[in-house]
Structure formats: C-alpha cells, structure tokens
C-alpha cells in the first residue's frame, strides 16, 4: 500500500462511497496515470465529466488531487476534480497572434504545487522581461516563484546577470546553478523537502530536463543540445509529468514555452509589482493617467530616480495585454452563453410543438 500523504495528498474532503482518491502523475491524449493507495493506475474521465465540466480549467492536470471509481481490470474511471491550492495558467491563443487571436483560453498547466521554479539558461538568450512575465504568473498562481539561471558553467560573468534579476524582482530567490558540474545545488535543498511540489517553468533547452535528472539521481529525460546559432533548445519534454524525487520532494516537469500569455494577472500584478501599485494610491487623483496630471506620485518617482522606466514599461505592457486578454475572453465567455441560451430555448421549443 502507498502513503498517498507522501503525495502531498491530505484528507479534507470526504470521500465518497465507492471512490478513491488518487493524484494524476502523467497525462497522455484522453488516458491518466493517477497514483493511489493501490499504486499506479491507469484512468480516464468518466462520460458526464464532459457534459458537466463548463470551462478547459475544469478538466484535470498534472498535479491535480481527484476521486475515482478504481477499477483493477481496465481503466480507472475519473469522478470528481478536488480543489486546486495553486494554479498555473497561461492563456492559450491557439496558434495565432495576439492581434489576429480568434480564441483566449485558459490552460492550465499544473496544479497543487509548493514552488515555481521559472528556469532560464545564463547564456544570449536570457531575457529579463520574459522572466519578468513568468513570475506575474507564478504569483498569480498563489505558488512561490523562484528563479533558476542554469548553465552558470558556461557564462563569463554570471554575477551582473543575476543582479539584474534581483533588481527587477527583489522579493524573489535567484539562484545561479549548473547541473553540469553541481554548483549551487546545495542551494536548492531547502526547496526540496517530503511532500513539497516544484512545478519547472522555462523555454526548451534552459536545462530543466538535465537538473531533473541530477535530482532523481538518474537519467530519467533525454537531454539534447540547443543550437549554437541562436542558444535556444529544442524540445525534450513533450508533455507534463510528475516525478518523485529521493528526497520525498515531488518536481512537475513541463514543456518549453516560449511564450507565455497573461490569463487573469490581476493578483500577480500587484504582487510582483507591489511598489507600483502602492505609487498609484498616492496620486492626487484616481483616475490619474501617469501622463500629465498635477501631484502624480509615478512622475515624480520616474523623475527623481526611484522607479526606473524600465520597470515601469514593463509593468505598462503586462497591463495592456492582461486588459486585451480579458477583454477577448470576456466576449468568448458571453458569446458562449448567449449560445448556449438559444440551444436550451430551441429545446424547449420543440418539445412545446
């Protein structure tokens, strides 16, 4: 029997009769792997899953705590989604460009986890804004984001790069690493604890495939080599999946993602941007546009040094694709409801006649 406990599982919640709980370990098309107190079984969603679920972030992911109706001679079957304490989303555009987007979905990515672990390498690809961008997320998220600059082997001077991060995001832990030759590792093991959950965030090819391995203590994922042309990876990990560390710590590795759309940010603006958000409080007026209007607390900051303009674009431009995100989402929603409404009256119409 297995300790679901160990699994970062706790019993809050009743369990039906006839139920299990388990937690989904890997996903594959429509079939999930979900580790239960009988071990490993293999499972999919039950048929009125799909009828009841109203949106994508009601399906179940990597992570997620789940009843089913265990079946030991076929697939399991999965009955109810539980409550999620944290929540990675990106905002699924579905292939098309932010100015020509036919569709804004949410999809998560992981769910239940500890720590955000948003990993780039130290080399010409490094990118403070992207970085920037995925820790509005993982505040959002409600996890604790910390970011891991990989490759530190192989960069000249790692120091500035790290302070730069610093600057950028003070309150969160930047830790410079290699997983080639152990440096900085040792840092990492406070993060590493029994029934703690790290989901890895990052592009292809930052070294999330090589560091899970140095971790599990053994070659669990492929490493391939990124191009020397432009320092950016190709794929390795081509879905998400939950591992067990030795340590009793569990790492939920995801594929690369270049980019990262903003899906509702509202909390993770104002945490990762707390001392912007605190300058607005201070304006003469509510409303105030930061431009040209009397006793504007941004202005004057701007002015006298203590908030760079560099941050402040920034946080200028996650605000605008967060509004245009919402926005289009919004209209989707009501689009799909108004939808919906005329499918139930056409029903009730003809059962009239």
């Known amino acids: 029997m297995i300790n679901l406990e160990q699994y970062g599982y706790i019993p809050t919640i009743p369990v039906p009769e006839g139920l299990i709980p388990g937690r989904i370990t890997d996903h594959h098309g429509s079939h999930y792997t979900i580790i239960t107190a009988q071990g490993e079984v293999s499972a999919v969603l039950k048929g009125t899953y799909y009828h009841n679920a109203e949106l994508r972030e009601d399906f179940p992911c990597i992570g997620d705590f789940v009843h089913i109706l265990y079946n030991d001679s076929g697939p399991s079957l999965i009955s109810a989604l539980l409550p999620r304490k944290t929540m990675f989303s990106r905002a699924d555009f579905s292939g098309h460009a932010i100015g020509y987007v036919k569709t804004v979905l949410e999809q998560v990515v992981a769910a239940n986890f500890d720590y955000v672990f948003i990993m780039t390498s130290l080399n010409y ?8 961008r995925y820790i509005t997320q993982a505040h959002q998220s409600r996890g604790q984001p910390v970011v891991i600059l990989t490759k530190a082997d192989l960069a000249d001077d790692y120091g500035s790069l790290v302070r730069s991060v610093e600057k950028a995001a003070p309150d969160v832990p930047v830790h410079a690493v290699s997983a080639h030759t152990g440096y900085g590792l040792d840092a990492l093991s406070k993060y590493f604890q029994p029934g703690k959950t790290i989901v890895f965030l990052g592009m292809s090819g930052v070294g999330k495939s090589s560091l899970l391995n140095v971790l599990m203590e053994q070659e669990v994922m492929t490493v391939k080599a990124i191009r ?9 990990t081509t879905h998400r999946q939950l591992f067990m560390l030795p340590s009793g710590a569990m790492v939920i590795d995801t594929p690369g993602m270049r980019e990262l759309g903003l899906f509702d940010v509202d909390y993770g603006l104002s945490a990762g941007f707390a001392d912007i958000e605190e300058l607005t409080t201070q304006c003469r007026f509510s409303d105030c546009r930061h431009q040209t209007e009397p006793k504007c607390a941004i202005r004057a900051a701007l002015n006298d040094g203590s908030l760079s303009y560099e941050h402040w674009e920034r946080y200028q431009a996650m605000k605008r694709e967060s509004k245009f995100v919402d926005d289009k989402s919004g209209y989707l929603r009501e689009k799909r409801d108004f939808g919906k409404s005329i499918a139930v009256w056409n029903k009730q119409r003809k059962k009239k006649a």
């Open 228 to 236: 020397d042309d432009d320092s950016r990876g190709r794929h390795t």
């Open 125 to 132: 690809d490094f990118n403070i804004s992207r970085i920037i």
